[in-house]
């Protein structure tokens, strides 16, 4: 028996929050269990609820922000061996930015804009490499 597959969605836009959350929560096989618009509260969910996979939104305007700096949160995950399997929505397309996310544990990097199939497709594959049989 499978249980839902856990997701954290982490984004400082709070309107892309409120905009994919739903959409992820319509389906049967994901839940979203937070949402996080600061590192503060990216690493209390983490802790709090234990998720399965992350979203987390890395936009190039949003890199010098103090509130929700996606690049500094991959960094400080792999820093304390957060092992979570982190999906990226990015708009930045170069090769060394998806290099450095690579680098830093990203398992995908999903360039913007793309549809909710596609974002729902990337998480189920995701997820699938990652289940976990619930007994």
Known sequence: MYRRTKVLI???????LQLISPMINETTDLAVVGTAATEQEFFHMIQEEKPDIVVLDVDAWRLYVLQLNGMDILRKMQAHGID???????CISSVSHRRELAALGAKWALLKPFSDERLLEVIRSTADENAVLVT
């Open 10 to 16: 982490a984004a400082e836009d709070r309107d892309y």
């Open 84 to 90: 979570i399997p982190c999906v990226i929505t990015t």
